[in-house]
């Protein structure tokens, strides 16, 4: 195999890996902010649905809950071409 043809499969496999990181990333930041957007929406539920700092707490959990199973099903079974 050819220098130049060597050079080139190892260059993008060192930017793979990164990319793969980077994704990762972009996709745990994304589901903790789309989760803690609710934190500051507390006073406005509290009022509108009359409920305690109890019921807050557990409607954080089942947001929290719900996200991460979202990801885990969605990953262990498959789509049929849906997403």
């Known amino acids: 195999m050819p220098d130049a043809e060597?050079?080139?499969t190892t260059g993008g496999g060192r930017a793979?890996?990164?990319a793969v990181f980077v994704l990762s990333f972009a996709l745990l930041l994304s589901d903790?902010?789309?989760r803690n957007?609710?934190?500051?929406?507390f006073p406005l539920i509290r009022r509108d649905w009359?409920?305690?700092d109890a019921q807050l707490g557990a409607l954080t959990g089942?947001?929290?809950l719900?996200?991460?199973?979202r990801w885990s099903?969605?990953?262990s079974r498959p789509t049929g071409g849906r997403c």
Request: net charge neutral; charged share 5%; proline share 7%.
């Open 32 to 34: 903790f902010t789309s």
């Open 6 to 8: 060597r050079e080139g």
């Open 37 to 41: 957007v609710l934190v500051p929406a």
């Open 73 to 75: 099903s969605s990953s």
């Open 16 to 18: 793979f890996p990164w």
């Open 66 to 69: 719900a996200s991460g199973s």
């Open 62 to 64: 089942v947001v929290a």
């Open 50 to 52: 009359a409920v305690s």
